[in-house]
């Protein structure tokens, strides 16, 4: 089977908050395109993309999921991508893989946290965007809420359908671009007539504010426009697709995906009519491996394959299976490629389709496709794959990095070997995720975005390895700094048959400004300490800010000058003078007035009105500091600064309070003095010793 022709590809990430339905609605788009033979259920397990488990279980994507579906002579490729915040990092490689975005709102709560955030990722992208109003079928469904809430988000948010009813009355959509109707019974292909009276003017009101958007960049629509000419179906689709691509226009379409998949074949028309292929969008950039210059990858069908692994799933049977987007040339079966990352050379043998967890057999895959590999060796998330000679990599996903840690231990004795294993293969899958041994303890720890995105991994570790992890309390990364400048001496002298080991350094010490870091001088003259021992100095201070006098944690924001010492001819070494640096330095700490410091994190919560008082009573128990309110919706968003210590068991505090209708976010913001009546709990609860 020869390739897709790539200006009939349509790659789209389906992205928005937890909740707003996107699994039902790609459900309903492979039903409505004949993909599937049933429509399948989020609650029963029984769709495509949420085939896991442990989706089931919690009732929403934990992780991006592949399938695809053909639409009046177009293939579609959808990236189902969580919209729960401690899965962040799947959405956002789903951005990099796709050309394409549809953003789904729910539209009994609006713009959600997570759908700005996502929003702002797709503009740093430069992606062509299109919204889906969905759940337009339910109880205090609001179409005109979201409607303004979303042009706050962008003014270039602008209606090409209005639903029909709303909530439980909902019938049917108004299409602005054709002027005409389509109303659905018990499917998710509707019937199209004529507009129901009733609904007639707000029809024609909601066009002109259309035409007014469309017609603005475009002198010879607004010419016709302005004149009274007819504006043909061809032309108005025309400026709207041009539009996207300009990112000065995202149509927003209606929806209600679980109600028999409600609008699915409209917004199937949509995708194949407005949204870019891969060569509208023109070359992508990479990075040359060399010289570090930035370089274009062009789109077409011959010359060598240049691919881009964008998501790594690791499983105990089949090992790893790697999801590709060719970025130009064609990729065949059983062909050899090179790592650009590694310069190793891999095997590709069967190359696949993937339709949720089945997997569909290919010759090839084209320019602009995606599909998937499995059992490579080495190759992981973010490598660049070549039949040729190339020597480009691709800028890697910036994705946040780790806020929550957690020391975790291996319930069966003998098993920390595989349990290392396994979570090193779920961090190839996961690049969010941080796994490494504590320098200090030994300690295996592992930290992730949430304590839900930590639980998550272990799960999947215990259904996938076979091997089972308990879960302590979360670490909470204190740091140490300094509150005074003091000058330390530290020698190190031991006699003991032979040269023996000699060395004695003077050092000040200085707090610098929060932020800073670490900084060393030298300062030495007359060759007090000689030139090639003074870097063994410097690590000898090191070796003790990694551990500092309050309570073993980490020292920053330090400046240490080096201003004298002695040695000796024979027994100095580069360990004497490490050993009188690292003595040097705590004698130091010990006199310079070390305090603890804590994460201090920004926090928005997004709650009900009905529950903003209980919350906001809670995070001040939290020792928390208001920062305000703004209004979403139904909702209120509120945001305070709140020490990291008292977040940790905060995701099942909001569920209760708010019914399991709230959410949040947080990031770290700064470090700040830990209060004297909580620096001993502290110290108990999270010393590295």
Known sequence: MAHIDPTSIRNVAVLGHRGAGKTSLVEAMLFAAGATGRLGSVAEGTTVTDFDEEETRRGMSVTSSLCHLAWRGVDVNLIDSPGESSFLADALTAIRASD?????????????????????????????????????????????????????????????????????????VIDLVDMNATMYTDGPNGSTGEIPAADLEAAQAARERLMDIVAESDDVLIEKYLA?????????????????????????????????????????????????????????????????????????????????????????????????RVG???????????????????????????????????????????????????????????????????????????????????????????????????????????????????????????????????????RRFGVEVDLHRPHVPYHETITRSVEAHGKHKKQSGGHGQFGDCHIRVEPLPAGSGFEFVDAVVGGAVPRQFIPAVEKGVQDALAEGAVGGFPVVDVKVTLFDGKHHSVASSEMAFRIAGSLAMREALDAAGSVLLEPIMT?????????????????????????????????????????????????????????????????VLRYDAMPAPLLERAVTENSPH
Not at 258 to 282: H, K
């Open 603 to 667: 926090v928005a919560v997004t709650v009900p009105d009905e529950v903003v008082g209980d919350v906001m009573g809670d995070l001040s128990g939290r020792r928390g500091r208001p920062l305000g309110m703004e209004s979403k919706g139904h909702n209120q968003i509120v945001r305070a600064e709140v020490p990291m210590a008292e977040m940790l068991s905060y995701a099942p505090d909001l569920r209760a309070m708010s019914g399991g209708r709230g959410d949040y976010s947080m990031e």
């Open 328 to 462: 130009t040339g064609t990729l065949p079966a059983d062909t050899t490629v090179t790592d650009t990352r590694t310069g190793a050379h891999e095997r590709v043998g069967t190359l696949m389709r993937l339709q949720g967890k089945e997997h569909e057999p290919v010759n090839e895959l084209g320019p602009g496709d995606i599909g998937a590999v499995a059992k490579l060796k080495d190759v992981t998330t973010g490598d660049v794959l070549t039949t040729g000679d190339a020597r480009v990599v691709l800028r890697p996903v910036e994705t946040p990095a780790a806020v929550m840690t957690f020391w975790v231990t291996p319930r069966k004795q003998g098993d920390d070997d595989k349990v290392v294993a396994a979570l090193r293969r779920l961090q190839e899958e996961d690049p969010s995720l941080d796994v490494h041994r504590d320098d200090e303890t030994g300690d295996l720890i592992v930290g992730g975005l949430s304590q839900m995105h930590v639980e998550s991994v272990l799960d999947r570790i215990a």
């Open 100 to 172: 394409c975005a549809l953003m789904v709102v729910n539209a009994q709560e609006g713009v959600e946290v997570m759908t700005e955030r996502l929003w702002e990722r797709c503009e740093e992208a430069g992606l062509a965007r299109a919204v889906v109003v969905n759940m337009l079928d339910r109880d205090r469904a609001d179409m005109d809420a979201t409607l303004d809430a979303l042009r706050e988000m962008s003014p270039g948010c602008i209606p090409v359908e209005i639903p029909i009813g709303i909530g439980p009355s909902l019938k049917g």
């Open 228 to 324: 009274g000419e007819p504006i043909t179906h061809d032309e108005l689709v025309g400026a709207i697709h041009r539009g996207i691509l300009e990112r000065r226009i995202y149509p927003v379409l209606c929806a209600a995906g679980g109600r028999a998949g409600f609008g699915a074949d409209r917004l199937l028309d949509a995708i194949v009519d407005e949204l870019p292929s891969p060569p509208e969008l023109g070359p992508w950039t990479g990075v040359d491996v060399d010289t570090g210059a930035e370089v274009e990858i062009p789109l077409r069908d011959d010359g060598h394959a240049i691919v881009y692994v964008f998501k790594t799933v690791a499983d105990q049977f089949s090992g790893r299976v790697n999801m590709l």
